[in-house]
């Protein structure tokens, strides 16, 4: 039987990286506010989903039904996971420290909230989402259905859009309103482990535990992904006229988009190795880091009317760090492994 070939799935989570990089860093900011939001606000909100659904379709993959396997891999990777997250803690405590994290309102409980939900640094709320996710779809999926499992993951979903894109709905109703502001002081956005992570990764076992069929031909898969993301330009722009979002992070097109280019690149043909693939997550980890060398680099030679003020450049000369600091840091690791093995 021959081996599959994730290497489709590996460029489009490289993409994603470089979307992330995108929405924050405005690529299009200094030339046009509203061209640079089509981008920075819509069309960057598929890149984590793309990350969760390759995280669940992966994890539920390792999935066989025996209980001793399967725990033996939930708790393997919550490891992997919590360890990685631990060293992201670690790097950004010198910014954390520069930006006076540890000065303005910092307490217990803000410090508990940040390690739970929103991440000691604006993108590290990732990891700790990928925790709860997978926790919680992890013990849903030993005890119900894939499309119970949909059910309860699409309106733990809803819930978040009612905190996120869609607040504006809810702002001035004194029933619900009231809730929100309760979840509002335990955490800072409903896009979290919560309500935004679980229905990508049943996605991501829906995919990995029902193969198609039939074999689709991958422009059915590409025309139904455009077609899902023209919708969710169109649900954007809508959102921002109508002033609904409280954040802009959850569409309800992104479900379809993004499964749909999840299906359409594992039918790519392409080879992208074990570095490429952890380039990926490094690049996520350290952006935020060459932002801020770009910035201070670009003010100690004077440049700032290039590197800074011009966004595209700004944007590219920060990708074209991240992916050098993250090719080094997978270098590094791969040299301590080899040293402890």
Known sequence: ??????????????????????????????YHAYADFLISGIL??????????????????????????DSKAWLGYMEKIGKLYGIAILLYIPL????????????????????????????????????????????????????SMLAIAGLLYVIGLLGDSYYGLIENTGGIKPLYDGMFS???????????????????????????????KPVVYASLFFLSLALMFAEGIL????????????????????????????????????AFRE????????????????RGAAEVINLESIFIANSLIHFATVCLLSVVMAAVAVKVSDIKFKLRS
Do not use: C
């Not at 039987?1 to 200094?30: E, Q, R």
């Not at 955490?187 to 029902?210: E, Q, S």
């Not at 109508?242 to 993004?258: G, N």
């Open 96 to 147: 954390n420290v520069y930006t006076g994290y540890f000065k303005e309102n910092f307490s217990a409980y803000s410090f508990f909230k940040d390690i739970v939900f929103d991440g000691t640094f604006y993108h590290l709320w990732y990891l700790p989402a990928l925790i709860i996710g997978i926790t919680i779809t992890y013990f849903l999926y030993k005890k119900i259905s894939l499309t």
């Open 1 to 30: 039987m021959a081996k599959p070939n994730f290497g489709g799935l590996d460029y489009v989570k490289f993409i994603a990286a470089i979307l992330v990089i995108a929405n924050h860093t405005g690529p299009l900011l200094s």
């Open 44 to 69: 960057t909100r598929i890149a984590v989903p793309i990350f969760f659904m390759t995280s669940g379709y992966f994890f539920f993959r390792k999935q066989t039904g025996e209980q001793a396997n």
């Open 239 to 274: 959102l921002k006229s109508w002033e609904l979002p409280r954040h802009d992070s959850m569409y309800v097109f992104a479900l379809p988009a993004t499964y749909f280019l999840f299906q359409w690149a594992l039918l790519w043909k392409g080879k992208s190795g074990k």
């Open 279 to 294: 380039w990926r997550v490094w690049i996520y980890i350290l952006h935020p880091i060459a932002i801020v060398l770009v």
């Open 186 to 216: 335990v955490f800072d956005y409903t896009r979290n482990g919560l309500f935004y992570a679980p229905i990508y990764l049943v996605l991501g076992a829906w995919a990995a535990k029902h193969p198609p069929k039939h074999a689709r």
